[in-house]
Nanobody, 125 residues
Framework: QVHLVESGGGLVQAGVSLRLSCAAS????????MGWFRQAPGKEREFVAA????????VYADSVKGRFTISRDNAKNTCYLQMNSLKPEDTAVYYC??????????????????WGPGTQVTVSS
């Protein structure tokens, strides 16, 4: 059983940076791909970024490439999403997710078996 909890969301001005954190517990962290998804009001949950268990490969949605960076610290069982140059369209609930061990690539919701409760990010213009 894997438990995930996001933190770091908030209300910020456009152009500001935020770093989201995802703390994992209750299972093996270092062998799982970690991902970030987001869901805006009235829209489906969409893929944002993923990082392989070795910290060697990353993949991003086109909408966040060049602005967001996903990283992980396996010693701390924590995954991060650094968000720079935030735009109002980035406003959403951001969810951390974990795959089964060894899953890669992982860009779809179906790849992930564990989810955090989400953290709200609101970007004002």
């Amino acid at each position: 059983q894997v438990h995930l909890v996001e933190s770091g969301g908030g209300l910020v001005q456009a152009g500001v940076s935020l770093r989201l954190s995802c703390a994992a517990s209750g299972g093996t962290f270092s062998s799982r791909t970690m991902g970030w998804f987001r869901q805006a009001p009235g829209k489906e949950r969409e893929f944002v970024a993923a990082i392989i268990w070795t910290d060697s490969y990353r993949v991003y949605a086109d909408s966040v490439k060049g602005r967001f960076t996903i990283s992980r610290d396996n010693a701390k069982n924590t995954c991060y999403l650094q968000m720079n140059s935030l735009k109002p369209e980035d406003t959403a609930v951001y969810y951390c997710a974990a795959t089964i061990p060894g899953r890669w690539p992982a860009r779809s919701r179906v790849d992930y078996g564990y989810w955090g409760p989400g953290t709200q990010v609101t970007v004002s213009s």
